[in-house]
């Protein structure tokens, strides 16, 4: 992929959704100026780019679209929803085209159709133009029972009818096309003569006047007036793949030879028509056979040979006689070789002396075939001023693996101090060392931050599609809904953003469905009739929170509890001692829904239990608050970042971990009197709250008891798991270090009780805990 078509990719995704927003924006606000023109700039500019690379497709679309947004912006049509569904299906399939483009590199033919279909329903809304564009299409001839006009077979020459019915009935298939270009063909720099004689597999074509020619005084000669018909034993794909930028100008159908055999009988008998065309054709080739017996001495020879060669090769193809071809094609070589036209005169001679088999009567091409006339319109982008630089991201992740390793690096500047110090005794060198470790921590915290605010990104990433989905969405359950979006330049890690994508489309697809009611219902209950879906993102010291509120009636608990209980989510004890706020909790289960239909929308039993995984992925949490006919309020809590984990370093059993500082409440020792046991687990009660206690070895199935002080007090590691205080005894705590997280791979990815692994100073390999893993494995 070349870098301006990367360069293309990357400024049509920003134009894409520049534009489905004005659209969204438009239903509220159909009368202003300044939108509907920014608008039109935009898909104007997105028809321009992509008419510099060969995507007819896109083009096609686009101008489309372009020529209604046109309509829009001088008052000739009013702004409608309708008119918004369509243009916004037709940014879907621009943006599929996009996607198609980026993982191949060109855009397939296989669209033409959709494309054409496309264009045709965007124009039927412009006033004056019937989906046809400038003119009303022409008609076509009538069409036989067989798909096949009359007029067409007519044209067909008997001989030319058997031995095609007889090539198919041998297995080799033939396609007749009939293409009429449109009048206006030439200033698109199209060339319908040469798009003909280039069709593949080419074996006879026929052109005629789709009307009476007028007088010559009246002639108008930038006018195409002509429609062709071709036959060809090329497949279909290939066929509709080299008429590609014209599918609207083409029909296409696949002979047979029930098609072909019942006229030639009549064909056969009907008296001969003077052959008018063959003879034609011949005087033609004499023409350009002279031009042969010119002088050689004069700089244009070649190009003299080469053109009076494609006209011959025109004529040999039109009068069937393609054997004759290669030929002069080899005599043509040799005369460029030598600089001379004797060796095609000799194929001249040759030809003349022995014409050959006589071809069965050719049809009247019309014009004469010539060499193609190259025309092409240059294209030049005008310069602007840089404002914003767009990096790749390979090369923001590289720079991330470098700042990584130089925390790593540093983190090993206090180790070589201590080794100083006190293995060698040489206390002046530990002092500059560590002097010398404050200035590099200082300068790689700066680049750490500096990165990291490269790799960060607004909330509005994953906002801006929201606007769309529900829209969508309420249209089909025939709803209406205020959609709210606050926080839009909140900033978190790229990787985090991305990563939201899922489960925040989860969650609002569920408020759509089963939060907010119909208006009848709303209206019914005292509530306005539209409901009010706010989704905000603020940021608190280290970490971001998304809130997803709606008006809608709530979560039942009671409803809850019953469909966990059908589903055998909860046994029937729990049924009786669960409480409100904890049954609430169980639509997180895997396989919960209370939707008692299965729809495209909802009640496959999967939604909000992917959401509470993609969330705990990325060291999130999900709570949610619910009141019966008021609403529910569901917040995401993230962290800014993934790439620096801030982690504390402990020991057990004479090994040592890490824990993320996220996830770590407080540190505290508890004496070992404190812990008792209730139904076999260990138990505290800390600040008047009972707590439950764990031992790290035996979460980590060790059968070393957990280590105390002098006082007999044990370490313990105050973690909250799912909103609750937990707490772990370790043997000892240690430093908190940055540190680079390494995620498991190959079969340790499936030991969910690790986050991952870091690199520590000296060298030595930290593994770090997953407490919520750790626990829910017990």
């Given amino acids: 992929m070349t870098p301006m078509l990367q360069q293309f990719l990357s400024e049509s995704r920003e134009f894409l959704q520049r534009i489905s927003q004005r659209l969204l924006s438009l239903e509220h606000t159909p009368e202003d100026a300044a939108l509907l023109d920014d608008l039109f700039r935009s898909v104007h500019t997105l028809k321009g780019n992509s008419g510099l690379f060969d995507f007819p497709e896109m083009t096609r679309v686009l101008h489309a679209a372009e020529d209604l947004m046109s309509a829009v912006r001088e008052r000739r049509l009013s702004y409608s929803r309708s008119l918004a569904d369509q243009l916004l299906d037709a940014m879907d399939f621009i943006s599929l085209l996009a996607d198609e483009i980026e993982s191949t590199g060109e855009s397939h033919a296989r669209h033409a159709a959709r494309s054409t279909t496309l264009a045709q329903q965007l124009r039927q809304f412009i006033p004056g133009d019937g989906g046809a564009g400038r003119e009303e299409p022409r008609?076509?001839?009538?069409?036989?029972?067989?798909?096949?006009?009359?007029?067409?077979?007519?044209?067909?020459?008997?001989?030319?009818?058997?031995?095609?019915?007889?090539?198919?009935?041998?297995?080799?298939?033939?396609?007749?096309?009939?293409?009429?270009?449109?009048?206006?063909?030439?200033f698109k720099g199209e060339d319908p003569l040469y798009q003909v004689i280039q069709t593949p597999n080419l074996v006879w074509q026929h052109s005629s006047a789709v009307e009476s020619w007028p007088s010559l005084a009246e002639l108008d000669p930038y006018r195409c007036n002509l429609r062709f018909t071709v036959v060809t034993t090329a497949a279909r794909e290939a066929i509709e793949a080299h008429f590609r930028y014209v599918p609207d100008q083409i029909?296409?159908?696949?002979?047979t030879v029930d098609q072909l055999l019942p006229r030639a009988p009549a064909q056969a008998a009907a008296p001969k028509a003077p052959d008018a065309g063959r003879a034609r054709v011949e005087n033609l080739m004499r023409t350009q056979i002279g031009i042969f017996a010119l002088r050689d001495d004069v700089a244009c020879l070649p190009g003299r040979l080469k053109a009076a060669v494609g006209a011959l090769r025109g004529c040999l193809r039109s009068t069937l006689r393609e054997a004759l071809i290669p030929a002069l094609e080899a005599a043509l070589a040799r005369s460029l070789e030598q600089r001379s036209a004797a060796p095609l005169r000799g194929w001249a001679e040759a030809l003349e002396a022995s014409p050959g088999p006589a071809a069965p009567d050719a049809p009247d091409p019309g014009i004469s075939e010539s060499a193609p006339i190259a025309g092409s319109a240059g294209s030049s982008l005008g310069a602007e001023t840089v404002k914003t630089l767009k990096v790749d991201q390979e090369k923001i992740d590289r720079l991330m693996n470098l700042i990584g390793e130089m925390v790593v690096a540093k983190n090993g500047l206090p180790f070589l101090a201590g080794r100083a110090e006190n293995h060698f005794g040489v206390r002046e060198l530990a002092r500059e060392i560590k002097a010398q470790y404050a200035v590099i921590n200082r300068i790689a915290s700066e680049m750490q931050d500096a990165i990291m605010q490269v790799r960060m990104m607004p909330v509005s990433f994953i906002f801006q599609r929201f606007p769309r989905l529900v829209r969508d969405i309420t249209r089909k359950l025939g709803k209406e809904v205020d959609l709210v979006l606050e926080g839009e330049a909140t900033e978190a890690d790229k990787n985090i953003i991305e990563a939201l994508a899922d489960p925040l489309i989860h969650i609002v697809r569920n408020s759509l469905d089963h939060g907010i009611e119909s208006p009848e219902v709303r209206r019914a209950a005292g509530k306005p009739p539209a409901g009010r879906l706010v989704i905000r993102a603020t940021q608190e010291s280290d970490r971001v929170y998304i809130d997803i509120i709606d008006d809608g009636k709530g979560i039942d608990p009671a409803v809850v509890k019953r469909k966990a209980y059908e589903k055998g989510l909860i046994d029937e004890a729990t049924l009786e001692r669960?409480?409100?706020?904890?049954?609430?909790?169980?639509?997180?289960?895997?396989?919960?829904?209370?939707?008692?239909?299965?729809?495209?929308?909802?009640?496959?039993?999967?939604?909000?239990?992917?959401?509470?995984?993609?969330?705990?992925?990325?060291?999130?949490?999900?709570?949610?608050?619910?009141?019966?006919?008021?609403?529910?309020?569901?917040?995401?809590?993230?962290?800014?970042?993934?790439?620096?984990?801030?982690?504390?370093?402990?020991?057990?059993?004479?090994?040592?971990?890490?824990?993320?500082?996220?996830?770590?409440?407080?540190?505290?020792?508890?004496?070992?009197?404190?812990?008792?046991a209730i139904k076999n687990r260990q138990t505290t009660i800390l600040r008047d709250r009972i707590m439950p206690v764990r031992s790290l070895n035996e979460l980590l199935a060790s059968t070393t008891p957990q280590q105390s002080n002098e006082e007999d007090e044990l370490a313990t590691l105050i973690v909250q798991i799912q909103g609750e205080p937990v707490g772990i005894l370790v043997d000892d705590f240690r430093e908190v270090i940055d540190i680079i997280l390494k995620p498991m791979s190959g079969i340790l990815s499936s030991l969910s009780g690790y986050s991952g692994s870091a690199l520590l100073g000296d060298g030595s390999v930290l593994m770090v805990l997953n407490p919520k893993e750790l626990v829910t494995w017990q």
């Fill in 139 to 186: 008609a076509a001839p009538t069409q036989t029972s067989a798909g096949v006009s009359e007029a067409v077979l007519a044209s067909i020459p008997g001989e030319l009818r058997a031995a095609w019915a007889a090539a198919i009935g041998g297995g080799q298939p033939h396609c007749l096309l009939v293409y009429t270009p449109e009048p206006e063909c030439f």
């Fill in 251 to 255: 029909a296409l159908t696949a002979l």
């Fill in 578 to 676: 669960i409480s409100d706020k904890e049954a609430i909790q169980l639509i997180f289960a895997a396989g919960f829904s209370t939707a008692d239909v299965v729809s495209d929308l909802s009640g496959r039993g999967v939604g909000m239990d992917v959401v509470r995984s993609a969330v705990n992925q990325v060291n999130g949490t999900v709570t949610l608050e619910s009141t019966p006919g008021q609403g529910t309020r569901l917040r995401l809590s993230l962290p800014l970042s993934m790439a620096v984990t801030n982690v504390m370093v402990i020991e057990s059993d004479h090994r040592i971990f890490g824990v993320p500082m996220d996830m770590v409440l407080e540190t505290v020792r508890l004496p070992r009197s404190s812990i008792r």
